[in-house]
T-cell receptor, first 108, second 114 residues
């Protein structure tokens, strides 16, 4: 079973700061997902990665398959970025294995 | 193009009762997976349905069962509810079991067992 470790668990930063959230896993995967969950519970899919780097607006996600590590970066952070960010792995056809999430608060 | 809709949004049940949660897939998606998220934890995979059959299952007992219908909508049924079943239940739809185009998640059903 894949072990997913996210760090940090909690992060409070000031508006405008550059944010990095990390995800490490133990077993090879087919794809890695970065997800955003707001207090109401709904989950929004941000990125799906199997290699390299993806960028969408102020969000950047990278993955290093050899090191079994991925990072999510937020540039010019804003209070509306406050949410729980979750790393989730797909190993095959058996659904996703989730990390516990990083609780991010951006203060004005 | 519609997203994933889950109903009801909130539900309170008594220990020992049975519950049915519903999920409609995003248009064009044929696979639905269900997840249980306890407070403060990441979601845990319950099972996945593809073409109306269970196609993968996590570490959940048989009292957690499901259905998928010809229109790809899905139900999660939980029998003999226990207090620990209190959680947010999420469904996600995808095209194909490998979800090569990603997942679309619903907003969840928050179940409280008292």
């Amino acid at each position: 079973k894949n072990e997913v470790e996210q760090s940090p668990q909690n992060l409070t930063a000031q508006e405008g700061e550059f944010i990095t959230i990390n995800c490490s896993y133990s077993v090879g995967i087919s794809a890695l997902h970065w997800l955003q969950q707001h207090p109401g519970g709904g989950i929004v899919s941000l990125f799906m990665l199997s290699s390299g780097k993806k960028k969408h607006g102020r969000l950047i996600a990278t993955i290093n398959i050899q090191e079994k590590h991925s990072s999510l970066h937020i540039t010019a952070s804003h209070p509306r970025d406050s949410a729980v960010y979750i790393c989730a792995l797909r190993e095959g056809a058996d659904g996703l294995t989730f990390g516990k999430g990083t609780h991010l608060i951006i203060q004005p | 193009e519609t997203g994933v809709t889950q109903s009801p949004t909130h539900l309170i049940k008594t220990r020992g009762q049975q519950v049915t949660l519903r999920c409609s897939s995003q248009s064009g998606h044929n696979t639905v997976s269900w997840y249980q998220q306890a407070l403060g934890q990441g979601p845990q995979f319950i099972f996945q349905y593809y073409r109306e059959e269970e196609n993968g299952r996590g570490n959940f007992p048989p009292r957690f069962s499901g259905l998928q219908f010809p229109n790809y909508s899905s139900e999660l049924n939980v029998n003999a509810l226990e207090l620990d079943d209190s959680a947010l239940y999420l469904c996600a739809s995808s095209f194909g079991t490998l979800a090569n185009y990603g997942y679309t998640f619903g907003s969840g059903t928050r179940l409280t067992v008292v």
